[in-house]
Each structure stands twice: as structure tokens, then as C-alpha cells.
């Protein structure tokens, strides 16, 4: 299970979709299932064409 981010205990509620937490008004959507960690590289922007 996940850790709730606001509290030392899992989330309550979880499943496919993402987890909930109403003790502390918390909500997770899970985006897709690649797994992306806080050490991965951000896509840099795309440059815009100067007119």
C-alpha cells in the first residue's frame, strides 16, 4: 500500500485508480503505469519560435 504524504499510515483507500485519504482530505491519481521516482529528469521545454 501507499503512504499517505500528510500522516504515517497507509491510505484507507486504494485501488487501480489511485488512493484517498479523508483524514487528511488527500488524493492520488495514478497517471499511468510507468513508474517515475523524484531522480528523474525533467523534459526540458520546447524552444518557441521568436517572431
Known sequence: M???IKGEHDFPVEDETGAYCA???VTLL????????WDDPLAAPADKEQQ
Open 23 to 25: 483524514e487528511h482530505g
Open 30 to 37: 495514478w497517471h499511468h503505469d510507468a513508474e517515475i521516482t
Open 2 to 4: 501507499t503512504g499517505c
